[in-house]
């Protein structure tokens, strides 16, 4: 079963706005991270945050995490059409290993 | 490129017939994890190897096995294949067992079950 829920489900915007993509998550983690998977392709890991974290930042990435409400955002800033792709978000649990459960994640189209 | 392989890209079989995927993780990295991409059921892990030991076990079913060989690629077999089988199956692999170990993912197989 899915750890949580991303929201929205699907996103459009022009190239040069920023994107925010939000995930919630059930039960405790260790972290969360947050993957990119280009139409039917593997995934790519993008930035892991860790449960002492709040705020993270990679180039035109920034994550937050925000562990009393159980929900993280991921902002891509000054998107480009290249950025077109689902972003899921994916925990690891506190206490179960390093497997990773995934949300159900965002597909964001980043119109030229 | 994330240096994990996996074979073959596409599979297409039918009902209850038997399929083995196939990963090669990357260069270093002991442990490997195979996942299970659905339209319905979303990405979910399936189970989890680290240097030949079986480490974790998700939503695996019963007519699902693996196994890591002592060259650390690892094998996903599909038996008795029912419609609802059909998915994108992904490999992936780490350095070790640590919970911020990266995880990195093959370009996945696609199974189709007719």
């Known amino acids: 079963s899915q750890q949580g829920e991303e929201d929205p489900q699907a996103l459009s915007i022009q190239e040069g706005e920023n994107a925010t993509m939000n995930c919630s998550y059930k039960t405790s983690i260790n972290n969360l991270q947050w993957y990119r998977q280009n139409s039917g392709r593997g995934l790519v890991h993008l930035i892991l945050?860790?449960?002492?974290?709040r705020e993270k930042h990679s180039g035109r990435l920034r994550v937050t995490l925000d562990t009393s409400k159980k929900s993280s955002s991921l902002l891509i800033t000054a998107s480009r059409a290249a950025d077109t792709a689902s972003y899921f978000c994916a925990t690891a649990g506190a206490n179960a290993g390093n497997m990773l459960t995934f949300g159900g994640g965002t597909r964001l189209m980043v119109k030229p | 490129d994330s240096g994990v392989t996996q074979t073959p890209k596409h599979l297409i079989t039918a009902t209850g017939q038997r399929v083995t995927l196939r990963c090669s993780p990357r260069?270093?990295?002991?442990?490997v994890y195979w996942y299970q991409q659905s339209l319905d059921q979303g990405l979910q892990f399936l189970i989890q190897y680290y240097n030949g030991e079986e480490r974790a076990k998700g939503n695996i079913l019963e007519r699902f096995s693996a196994q890591q060989f002592p060259d650390l690629h690892s094998e996903l077999n599909l038996s008795s294949l029912e419609l609802g089988d059909s998915a994108l199956y992904f490999c992936?692999?780490?350095?070790?067992?640590?919970?911020?170990?990266?995880?990195?993912f093959g370009p996945g197989t696609r199974l189709t079950v007719l």
């Open positions: 260069s270093g990295d002991l442990s």
């Open positions: 945050i860790r449960s002492n974290e």
């Open positions: 992936a692999s780490s350095v070790g067992l640590a919970a911020s170990d990266t995880q990195y």
